[in-house]
Each structure stands twice: as structure tokens, then as C-alpha cells.
């Protein structure tokens, strides 16, 4: 079942609208907050439109009671052209991360008219067999299943957890900002009034009728994932690019399953070179 009535999708926009728009779609349980305010500036001081917003069940988008969302991966999907219709927007670039970037991929298939290019980071191929490719490392699995113990409407445990599933995920070529993470956390928790919802993202279905048609991707794709991501190991962004005509692939050493600062520069340049270049 899927819902009928359109939820609320709460977005926000940076830059001058008169340059490409390009939006920022986030993975599971993340709010828009997860696409930081000054990365997001860092790519309109280079001449683009930039948005983001809340996906269904975080921030202050829709919630529903939590384990069984009224809705699929196809209808977030719609969820990211109705961001650019309130904005007025007929087409733009697209970038999603982790779950996020594999809506991205349903958003090429599914609107192709309304994706100019397309940008996946630290994600996963859809509609393909990956039982051959490395799957998620035992100590991430590890790190994961502990929030199976986590009260989910307790603030403080929501918050540790949350911390240490950063720190799990982390860059292993960067120093790792605790104090930093765990502020975020609480500002994204507080924002939020809570996490609950969000784990709705875990039992999501959709995307069936889109199996084995990734070639049928259009917009030119550029692929970002770093080489020591312990959720998607890199090799899951290489098959993404070989399975669409004329896709490139920048490879962050080190990197974890995160937007670093410290690898800002080089996310946004390719990001920025891709989009200019259509």
C-alpha cells in the first residue's frame, strides 16, 4: 500500500536561483541536516541553486507511527519531484547519498526528463543482483544490530548510539570529532522530536519494477565512494558505474560512509565539475 494523500516535505534552498538547481537527496533516518549548511554553501559559491530537504519520517517532514511506513521507495522518490515542484523547478542535477543516492537512481528511471545529471555517493547499484560483491563489514554488522537494544523514544541512548554508529562508519584517513558528532546528534534529535519514526527506513519496500534496468539510466552519472566505506565497500560504487554508459567514478581514499569536512573540497569539485560540464 502506498499513501494517497502527499505528505509534507519540508525543504530548504541556498544560492542564487537563477543557476542550475541541483538537489541533495540524504540516506536512511538522515534529515536534510545530514547535508551540513556549509557544504551546502560551498557548492553555491560555485554557481549552483542547491536544495535539501527533510525525507518522509525525519526532521520535520511527514512522520508515521513506526514498523509499517504507508509508503515505498518509489514514492520518495515522487517525494523528491514535488521539492522541485514547490520550488518551481522543471529539471535539475541530482545527488543522493546511501539510501539516499539509491532513490536518486529511481528518481533517474522513474522522472528521466527532470534529472540534467546525476550524482551517487557512498551507495549501492538498485534493480541488480550484489550477492557477489563484499557486503557490509562484521564489525559495522556488529555495531548495527545493537540498535535492536536501543529505546528509541530515550534521548540519551538515541544519541550514544547514534554516535558510535558515526564513529563506525567514519573516515579511517581522518580524525574522528566526538565532541562535534555528538552535538550534531542532539541538534538533529531536537530538531527531529526524535528518531522513532525514522527507523521506518529499515523496512521499506519498492523499486521492484525498476530490476535489471540501470542501463536505462540517461543522465550522465558520477559516482563518489570512498575506499574504506564498511556499508557499501567501494566495490558497490564501481559496479554502479559499470553498469551505466559513460559513467565516471572519483574514489575518496580512506574514506568511510560519511561527508567528511576534510574531504569537502574533492566531493564538491567533482560534484561542480559534473554539473558544469552538461
Request: proline letters at 6%; one cysteine or more.
Amino acid at each position: 500500500m502506498t499513501t494517497t494523500e502527499r505528505p509534507k516535505i519540508i525543504s530548504e534552498a541556498v544560492g542564487d536561483p537563477a543557476n542550475p538547481p541541483l538537489l541533495l537527496i540524504m540516506g536512511a533516518m538522515a534529515s536534510m541536516l545530514w547535508w551540513p549548511e556549509a557544504f551546502c554553501r560551498k557548492l553555491a559559491g560555485a554557481g549552483l541553486f542547491v536544495i535539501r530537504y527533510d525525507n518522509r519520517d525525519t526532521g520535520r517532514s511527514t512522520k508515521y507511527p513506526p514498523g509499517a511506513p504507508p509508503y515505498t521507495f518509489d514514492d520518495m522518490a515522487d517525494d523528491a519531484m514535488h521539492v522541485l515542484d514547490d520550488h518551481g523547478i522543471s529539471k535539475a542535477h541530482v545527488v543522493g547519498m546511501s539510501m539516499g543516492g539509491m532513490i536518486a537512481q529511481l528518481v533517474a528511471l522513474k522522472h528521466p526528463s527532470r534529472v540534467i545529471s546525476l550524482t551517487v555517493i557512498s551507495s549501492s547499484p538498485v534493480g541488480i543482483d550484489t550477492s557477489d560483491l563484499p557486503g557490509t563489514t562484521e564489525a559495522y554488522m556488529e555495531q548495527s544490530a545493537e540498535g535492536a537494544k536501543v529505546d528509541w523514544s530515550d534521548r540519551g541512548q538515541v544519541v550514544d548510539f547514534m554516535v558510535r554508529d558515526a564513529r563506525a562508519i567514519a573516515s579511517t584517513a581522518h580524525p574522528f570529532d566526538e565532541a562535534r558528532m555528538r552535538a550534531f546528534v542532539e541538534q538533529d534529535y531536537d530538531r527531529s522530536g526524535g528518531l522513532l519514526s525514522a527507523t521506518n527506513h529499515f523496512v521499506l519496500n519498492g523499486g521492484d519494477a525498476w530490476k535489471g534496468r540501470l542501463h536505462e539510466i540517461a543522465a550522465p552519472l558520477l559516482v563518489i565512494h570512498g575506499t574504506a566505506d564498511p556499508i557499501f565497500p567501494v566495490e558497490h560504487g564501481e559496479a554502479l558505474a559499470e553498469a551505466v554508459t559513460g559513467a565516471k567514478i572519483i574514489r575518496i581514499e580512506g574514506g568511510g560512509h560519511e561527508l567528511h569536512p576534510e574531504d569537502w573540497d574533492v566531493i564538491v569539485a567533482g560534484i561542480v565539475a559534473h554539473a558544469h560540464a552538461v
